[in-house]
């Protein structure tokens, strides 16, 4: 599990970086998308570990909000708003 989470963490790190050097934020959406995979791995992973107590259901809510707004931000893509 551990080699999930630092390979999406260094996708994510990856395409944020190439965005922000090439002023081409089209990829912004994937970032987003992976960044809150990411967090709901992490979030999973604290809830097992230390139930209630940690970090695990905050970082579950935040990754939910995440993934809802990098799928609205796909679908503003797609539909051509953006443009």
């Known amino acids: 599990m551990k080699i999930i989470i630092v390979m999406l963490a260094l996708i994510v790190v990856a395409i944020s970086m190439y965005g922000l050097m090439t002023k081409d934020f089209s990829y912004g959406p994937i970032s987003s998308l992976l960044l809150g995979i990411l967090f709901a791995i992490m979030g ?11 970090w695990g259901m905050f970082l579950i809510i935040g ?21």
């Open 44 to 54: 999973i992973e604290e809830y097992k570990m230390k139930g209630k107590d940690g």
């Open 63 to 83: 990754s939910l909000i995440i993934i809802v707004m990098a799928l609205f931000s796909f679908l503003l893509c797609l539909s051509g708003i953006n443009n």
